[in-house]
């Protein structure tokens, strides 16, 4: 075989890498963008396709100087490429992972983009059957397994915050409000201003069975030397 037709066949499998690599992105990826998630389509294409490319840079790397020995200045070592694919990428999945409060957005897609990296650096090693294998194990867990989660009992938090004038003490009153309503109270703080001539009270409720805020914020404010309250 003629080193041109070694080199056609190589860059045809290169190309079969990449296109494994893109569709693999685009699988992903559109569910994602269904649910309108900052990372969506076109970012896991990206990635996927670009940790491919790292992938085979990380290969050619290998065979370009595989003629170096041990005594030779110049150290080749591709894993290192594959290493640095991960540190990136969890760079990447940490910008959108959004915390507000006691909830956090985001872990899914960050998880997502992590995996399809996986995915393209299985392409880009020429483990296909992995790879195809790692697409549809995705897909299963983010459309089916989702169907799944009304099954599961899980505590819902509600942060609330409730603002006094500075002499009232309200939190006997808050606990036994939240006693009536059957909920536990997993964190609660207390910052009083008195500069401001305000009392403020940050809790943490969860156990609620329905959606109890409008009852909550009917029962608080009821009571004397509430200035405001707010809960979400």
Known sequence: MSA????DISLHLLLLKLAGAFLAGIVIGIEREKHGRP?????????????????????GMFVKYQHLNADSIMRVDPGRIAAQIITGIGFLGAGVIIKEGSNIRGLTTAACLWYAAGVGMAFGAGMFGAAIAA????????LLMKQLEPIFKKDCFLNLCV??????????Q?????????????NI????????????YDLVITQQTRRIGRDL?????????VLRVRYR
Request: net charge negative; charged share 20%; aromatic share 2%.
């Open 4 to 7: 041109v037709s070694c080199m």
């Open 189 to 200: 703080e207390q910052n009083l201003d008195l500069h401001e001539d305000i009392r403020r």
């Open 163 to 172: 603002v006094t004038d500075s002499a009232t003490d309200l939190f006997p």
């Open 174 to 186: 808050l606990e036994k409000i939240l006693n009536q309503m059957d909920v536990r109270i997993s």
């Open 39 to 59: 990372a969506g389509l076109r970012t896991h294409i990206l990635v996927c396709t670009g940790a491919c490319l790292m992938m085979i840079i990380s290969e």
């Open 217 to 225: 914020v009917a029962a608080i404010t009821a009571l004397p030397g």
């Open 135 to 142: 697409t549809i194990l995705a897909m299963t867990v983010l």
